[in-house]
Nanobody, 115 residues
Framework: QVQLVESGGGLVQAGGSLRLSCAAS????????MGWYRQAPGKQRELVAV???????NYADSVKGRFTISRDNAKNTVSLRMNSLKPEDTAVYYC?????????WGQGTQVTVSS
C-alpha cells in the first residue's frame, strides 16, 4: 500500500504563486509516473502535469509556461510550482502516483485564487 501526503495549498491573489508538494510512502517498488490533477466545482477531474521517472514532463495547455512539475526519485516526492495564478486555477489539486499497474491518489489540497 502507498500513502500520499500533500501540502502547500491555500488562498492567493491572482498573479501570485504557490508550491504544492506530495510525499509518497509505504510499499513503493517502482514509481513510473507522478503527477497532479485538479477538480473544480461542477467539473471533471483533469490532468495538470505529469512527470516520468526519467524526468519527461507533460502539461495541460492551460498551465504551460506558468506551472512547473519536478520530482525527487530518491525521496519519492513530487512538487508543482504554480506561478501567475489565475482565478480559473481555483480547484482541489490531487497528487497521483502510478507504481507498477496501480495508481494512487492523495487526499487533495484546496487552491483558491482570488481576483
Amino acid at each position: 500500500q502507498v500513502q500520499l501526503v500533500e501540502s502547500g495549498g491555500g488562498l492567493v491573489q491572482a498573479g501570485g504563486s504557490l508550491r504544492l508538494s506530495c510525499a509518497a510512502s509505504g510499499s513503493i517498488f517502482s514509481i513510473n509516473f507522478m503527477g497532479w490533477y485538479r477538480q473544480a466545482p461542477g467539473k471533471q477531474r483533469e490532468l495538470v502535469a505529469v512527470i516520468t521517472s526519467g524526468g519527461s514532463t507533460n502539461y495541460a495547455d492551460s498551465v504551460k509556461g506558468r506551472f512547473t512539475i519536478s520530482r525527487d526519485n530518491a525521496k519519492n516526492t513530487v512538487s508543482l510550482r504554480m506561478n501567475s495564478l489565475k482565478p480559473e486555477d481555483t480547484a482541489v489539486y490531487y497528487c497521483n502516483v502510478v507504481a507498477g499497474p496501480v495508481g494512487y491518489w492523495g487526499q487533495g489540497t484546496q487552491v483558491t485564487v482570488s481576483s
